[in-house]
């Protein structure tokens, strides 16, 4: 259910966001989708890919700093309101959103958002009461393959 | 109360009578031996000579102790210029040993002794082991490397000296030390701090615990090292670490030794005369304050070395010791006056970045100090590297993070300065070593 997205800390530096894509596709991994968070000062790339450990080591192996942390991976309709739900339904059980993104790739009408909440055992039991469809990473990856 | 103070006076070794001087015989003593020296180097070498006629200033113008400031500083530069023999003061068939230091960078610096200088390095040392509580009957196994380095025999004569056995192991061959030091019963060891650390793991490797052995001291020096390095050392071991301080420019091991009460070095000032000076601006500085440690050998005759500038940052500790000596104490010498440097008129070492950074990090993470200028401003950039330990994968964390080091720094330094998280392996290493400030300040 919870998906495993790839966390890297990257220096505000030009060409340091295409190294490392270009690192990844050397070696045959590939993105399924990725979020840049920056500031002034660094920046957080987050990633999904299908084979995280493999990347997570590769990463490391060439002196970057990588972490995984969990997502969850949400379809709604893609429609206006269809992340104001999510939010609320997550507000109601006292959850609070990190961080999120949208996926890449559209699911036939409906859109994918990626998730990190503080709480996130606590997320999935509130969408799953909802009837929210949460995708596993079978799902997302096959989505992705189209 | 009289048979007590016999009993302590019996414990006290003939040669240590001098920590032991009321402070005015040891002032007057101090003042007699500084004249005398002055004399003796103005008269027999010839860069000091002429630096006092440079200055106008004759020997008889050291009428008090504060008049030691008149006198011109020796570099360590100076004893590199006149390799190998031009400081000495007496005619080579006075002078009975010659040691030298191997010069990491250039020529070696080489230091010499008359025979009565030998007798004042052996007097030293067996002060030194009396403040860590060594005496007659300790074995004593000096790990100290033997030959042109100072340690090996300036410990060797000062154990003898003692009415210690002393076990001449000389340095490495870790095997046989613990051995020799299981077998023979060693109760106290000379080393650098941190072949002992060697040792201890060492010996773990063999499967003996020191505590199961006799040794119950360590004399320890010719390096810096904390004082965090000495409570894991105390810890592991049981033993007593003692901390010993010495230059071979000024004699060798014997300039100051910590005693029982571990608070501080005491100093052999009848044979040593202490100065803490502004590392930049060369006036004194009062007691407790810290500063760069000048030294005057008083009693050296064959190479008397007049104000050197050790560059090594400590202060002085006025306060009387526990233990009883009336020589005064310095605090331990942590940091270099070659590592300051100063920014918006404030002096930082990068030790102090360094606690700073450790106050919120376990391990010491790869750093580097970036100074330049810009608008007539001198700007002080630490960058530091990420590490798998402090990255959170949120920018709230990492900030978090950054606001830590940066306040401790600036809690440290009084001065608010950048900080920059970089990435891994971003900050070069040379030598497995990292260059720790680059001065891009062009003036
Ligand atoms: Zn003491």
């Not at chain 1, 949208?102 to 503080?118: P, Q, W, Y």
């Not at chain 2, 240590?16 to 002055?38: C, H, K, N, V, W």
């Not at chain 2, 060891?189 to 505590?211: K, Q, R, W």
């Not at chain 2, 830590?404 to 950048?418: E, M, T, W």
Request: include cysteine.
């Amino acid at each position: 259910m919870k998906l495993k997205q790839l966390s890297v800390f990257l220096e505000n530096k030009p060409g340091r966001l295409r190294e490392l894509c270009a690192l990844l596709a050397e070696n045959n991994i590939n993105i399924v989708t990725l979020s840049l968070a920056d500031t002034e000062q660094f920046g957080i790339l987050r990633l999904i890919v299908k084979e995280h450990d493999k990347a997570k080591a590769l990463l490391e192996e060439n002196g970057f700093v990588a972490k995984l942390t969990e997502v969850l991976a949400v379809e709604v309709p893609d429609q206006p309101g269809g992340l104001s739900k999510i939010l609320e339904i997550e507000e109601e059980s006292g959850v609070s959103v990190e961080y999120m993104y949208a996926f890449t790739i559209k699911s036939g009408e409906n859109a994918v958002l990626l998730f990190r909440f503080d709480d996130m055992d606590k997320a999935v039991a509130a969408l799953q009461k909802a009837n929210l469809s949460i995708l596993s990473s079978a799902d997302l990856h096959q989505r992705a393959e189209g | 109360m009289h048979a007590q103070w016999n009993d302590r006076e019996s414990l006290i070794h003939p040669a240590s009578a001098p920590d032991y001087l009321r402070e005015e015989q040891l002032r007057a003593l101090q003042l007699q031996r500084l004249r005398a020296i002055t004399r003796h180097a103005y008269d027999h070498q010839r860069l000091f000579r002429e630096r006092m006629d440079e200055r106008g200033v004759a020997p008889e113008d050291i009428q008090t102790l504060e008049d030691v400031r008149k006198l011109p500083f020796t570099q360590k530069t100076d004893l590199r210029d006149t390799y190998p023999y031009g400081l000495f003061a007496v005619p080579m068939n006075e002078v009975v040993r010659l040691h030298a230091s191997s010069g990491t960078t250039g020529k070696p610096i080489v230091v010499a002794y008359t025979d009565e200088d030998i007798e004042v390095w052996k007097e030293v040392m067996v002060r030194t082991f009396a403040c860590a509580g060594l005496h007659s009957g300790d074995i004593i196994q000096n790990a100290y490397g033997y030959g042109l380095f100072t340690g090996g025999l300036g410990a060797h004569y000062g154990a003898e000296a003692l009415g210690a056995t002393v076990i001449p192991i000389s340095g490495g061959n870790s095997e046989r030390q613990i051995m020799v030091m299981r077998d023979f019963g060693s109760t106290a060891i000379c080393s650098t701090p941190s072949y002992f650390l060697h040792l201890i793991e060492y010996a773990e490797s063999m499967g003996i615990d020191f505590n199961d052995l006799p040794l119950r001291v360590g004399v320890f020096g010719a390096e810096p090292w904390s004082d965090e390095m000495r409570e894991y050392i105390e810890g592991k071991t049981g033993i007593k670490a003692i901390d010993i301080y010495g230059l071979s420019e000024i004699i060798g091991p014997g300039v100051a030794s910590a005693c029982e009460a571990q608070e501080g070095l005491h100093i052999f000032e009848d044979h040593f005369l202490f100065e803490i000076v502004h590392p930049v601006t060369d006036e004194p500085m009062p007691d407790g304050e810290e500063g760069e440690l000048i030294i005057t050998t008083l009693s050296k005759k064959a190479m008397p070395v007049m104000r050197y500038r050790t560059h090594d940052i400590t202060s002085i500790i006025p306060e009387k010791c526990a233990c009883g000596r009336t020589i005064r104490r310095i605090q331990r010498i942590a940091r270099r006056s070659d590592d300051m440097f100063i920014i918006r008129g404030v002096n930082v070492f990068p030790s102090q970045v360094e606690a700073a950074l450790l106050k919120v990090e376990e391990t010491l993470p790869h750093y580097q100090i970036v100074l330049t200028r810009s608008g007539g401003m001198d700007q002080m950039e630490v960058q530091v590297e990420v590490t798998a330990e402090t990255f959170t994968d949120t920018v709230r964390g990492v900030e978090a993070v950054h606001k830590q080091l940066s306040d401790a720094i600036a809690h440290i330094l009084g001065i608010r300065v950048k900080l920059t998280l970089v990435e891994p392996n971003t900050i070069e290493r040379s030598m497995g070593k990292a260059k720790r400030v680059i001065d891009n300040r062009k003036s």
